[in-house]
């Protein structure tokens, strides 16, 4: 054997030990807990962003993709006072209805257990299909002991559909006045290679022509602007359905009970549909029917 090989040959339990230290370091790296500090200080340094984006409101979003992890970050300025995000969003009960609203979420329903708080999902496509069909996603949901002005909400699940896992749902809010609060809500997942290969093909063809939000570059007066695609794209489009999701669940709130559900339908589909490159996937009255229809499955006993 040349000696050439049998350095190769030797060389390879080396390499596979850097790439799997390699991928164990992408993976532990995740969405970062700013805490009340840093969120008002996050807060202060958004201040021209905030005040002036694409938008049209208090919102900014960043993404960033590292190996074998995506993650997507929403800071954005909520008119509800800190007590009623607090309360809404600090209350396990609560976020079934929040989730739901999502178009890829089919089911949700929260169990208590001794080991704690689970919200169990089952994740599937963005039109009606059997439950049966629809992939579980089971997350650990964790509250901070809330302040008289900051709280904290985790939702880690392990495993996901085709070959992801360590899934992260971030929520802290800090109060910024008497009726507004300043929210920070980030959305991570890993994959594997066989999840990475799935999604290329996704992007390469059903999605091929979907976006993000961030902007590639700047835009000349008149011109469309161009935004990022690929797993980036994908990573935002999912961040941003989730953070309409909570924000569509507080704007329920101010609706009487019986009339809670169907405003946050309403306001979650109008909210996607003012970015519709990114967001529109189906029309507004089979997203209300196949939601309704979802919503009294999770009802059942």
Known sequence: MPACLRLLLRAIPVLLVCMLLQAIGAGAAGIEVAGPAGLRAKHGSLGPVLANNQFNGPLYLESDEAPRTLQGDVYAVVNHPFATVNAALGDARHWCDVLILHLNVKYCRRKEA??????????????????????PVAFAWRVAPATAEYMQVDLEAPEGPFDTRNYRILVEAVSIGADRTFLHMGYSF?????SRMAMQVYLGTVAR???GFTATRASQPGEQPEYIGGMRGLVERNTMRYYLAIDAYLAGLSAAPAEQLEKRLQTWFAATEKYP????????DEYLAMKRGEVRRQQTP
Not at 115 to 135: F, V, Y
Not at 190 to 194: E, H, I, K, Q
Request: proline share 3%; aromatic share 2%.
């Open 114 to 135: 001794d080991s704690g708080t689970r919200i169990e999902l089952r994740i599937g496509k963005k039109h009606d299909q059997p439950l049966a069909s629809a992939t």
């Open 277 to 284: 490159r990114q967001l529109h996937e189906i029309e507004r």
């Open 190 to 194: 890993g994959y594997g290679a066989v």
């Open 209 to 211: 022509d979907k976006v």
